[in-house]
């Protein structure tokens, strides 16, 4: 699993060297780098990410007031050159706190926690279910849509629209969620907005991808996983 990240942080050195530690790990990918926390929320706001390095000491808001706003989902790593907030670090549930200077040895060890945290799995044997329920408008309200009729997700903010076959099904809900819902070997995210059906593509561009002759686009950052699939199945 490729964990997105992003760093926020108000001291431009201590940025560049998790930036450069970063690359350096082939499970993580930057998504982002903010010295201010309000634009930091408002990225997570829109973007999906998964762990976040989270300075301590910054103006406006701490780290630890933006732990408690961001969501549960989202995994911390703290840092900072003061040794006094770690306990209140891992009282908000943090990965792991990193004491300024960081070695690279000493984030490793920090970002090595991520891949042995428990996951949300979908099951891949013959008896995992072929269909989703959606919520709709209303209390106890669902639709049952067949695995096989999704051609493609598409995020609306706060909502997503599932195209299928015969409809559209709008739903509150963040793509993560539904990416979680659906089995990886049939659907894939190609950009930060879109997850789609691989037995429904009709053909692919460069950076673009057709389905029910629908052009969506291809996002950088999904490029090389995207035609890495596609290359398992060229002939």
Do not use: W
């Not at 999904?222 to 699939?229: L, S």
Request: aromatic letters at 12%; charged letters at 20%.
């Amino acid at each position: 699993m490729i964990f997105k990240c992003i760093i926020v942080d108000d001291e431009p050195p201590a940025t560049r060297i998790l930036e450069n530690y970063i690359g350096k790990v082939n499970f993580l990918e930057k998504v982002g780098i903010f010295n201010d926390a309000l634009k930091a929320l408002e990225f997570l706001n829109t973007q999906q990410v998964d762990v976040i390095f989270l300075d301590i000491q910054m103006p406006q808001l701490t780290g630890l007031q933006i732990s408690r706003i961001i969501s549960k989902d989202i995994k911390v790593i703290f840092t900072t050159a003061y040794p006094d907030f770690a306990l209140e670090g891992f009282e908000l549930n943090a990965v792991d706190y990193l004491l300024k200077p960081i070695s690279f040895e000493r984030f490793y060890q920090a970002v090595s926690k991520l891949n042995s945290e428990p996951k949300v799995e979908v099951s891949s044997n013959n008896n995992a279910p072929d269909f989703l329920f959606i919520k709709t408008d209303g209390k106890n309200k669902f639709q049952k849509v067949f695995l096989n009729d999704i051609l493609y997700v598409e995020s609306l903010q706060n909502y997503v629209c599932i195209h299928t076959l015969k409809q559209q099904i709008i739903t509150h809900s963040s793509l993560k969620n539904v990416i979680e819902s659906l089995p990886s070997t049939d659907f894939i995210q190609i950009h930060k907005s879109y997850v789609i059906s691989l037995q429904h593509i009709e053909s692919t561009g460069n950076f673009s991808v057709f389905i029910n002759g629908k052009e969506l686009p291809i996002g950088a950052t999904y490029k090389d996983a995207f035609f890495d699939e596609i290359d398992q199945n060229k002939i």
